[in-house]
């Protein structure tokens, strides 16, 4: 099964309102494991960056005055998640609510919801009670996120990968994880696999007095099921 988680930066939180995307980052996973291919992208935003946006990101208008807008990079985004991969994200209302504005405005239609995957929600529902944001996620599951020290699209996605699969069951030792979808909640269902070592068959060797009891016992059985058979 493929997967992609994703997130993305932005110049502020109402797309509606003309905020747009500055950055996209996605992680392929095949049947739950990285498969080392990705998809990154800064865009120019046609419009100037908030200094409060500024600092959570570290985009600057400067920075991204050079790079292509959402229109220029749509066809290479919509090919690498493909058409039926899910989409794992953090939060997901607020990455698919610019992800599908800026769509729109590119006249491509919106990405089905029925294929996103959750995790704050996920998140939620294991630890109630207990924060759920990557970072102390991360924390939870000891995955070192110290190279974070501001939000960056691929990095984030890279460590929601590994928070995404701590989730879902973890990495244990022999163990593969096997997708199986989604339940009726939207949580994901999974089926751990055990990996066997392949062992020679072993040989007894059957003495001579073991041979003889063996043929005494069967001299004692009355209409066996194999002589039934037999006829």
């Not at 729109?104 to 529902?125: E, H, N």
Request: with cysteine; net charge negative.
């Amino acid at each position: 099964m493929r997967e992609i988680v994703f997130d993305t930066e932005t110049t502020g939180i109402k797309p509606l309102e003309g905020d747009k995307l500055v950055e996209i980052g996605c992680v392929e996973l095949i049947d739950h494991m990285p498969s080392g291919r990705t998809y990154h992208q800064y865009i120019n935003p046609e419009r100037d960056v908030p200094a409060e946006a500024v600092a959570v990101h570290g985009l600057n208008e400067d920075f991204l005055k050079d790079k292509p807008t959402f229109a220029e990079i749509v066809t290479d985004f919509l090919d690498f998640i493909g058409p039926d991969a899910k989409l794992i994200a953090h939060n997901a209302d607020f990455d698919m609510g610019f992800m599908n504005a800026e769509l729109a405005a590119c006249g491509f239609p919106s990405l089905d919801k029925r294929r996103v995957i959750d995790t704050l929600t996920i998140a939620r529902k294991k630890f109630p009670g207990s924060p759920a944001s990557l970072d102390a996620l991360c924390r939870r599951f000891e995955i070192d996120n110290s190279n974070r020290t501001l939000h960056g699209a691929l990095l984030d996605s890279e460590l929601l990968a590994e928070v995404y699969l701590e989730l879902i069951g973890g990495r244990q030792h022999g163990l593969t994880l096997a997708a199986e979808g989604v339940d009726s909640r939207g949580d994901p269902t999974v089926t751990l696999l055990k990996k066997r070592d392949f062992r020679e068959p072993r040989i007894f060797e059957i003495s001579e007095q073991e041979k003889q009891a063996h043929a005494a016992l069967l001299e004692e059985l009355t209409d066996p099921i194999w002589k039934k058979q037999a006829d």
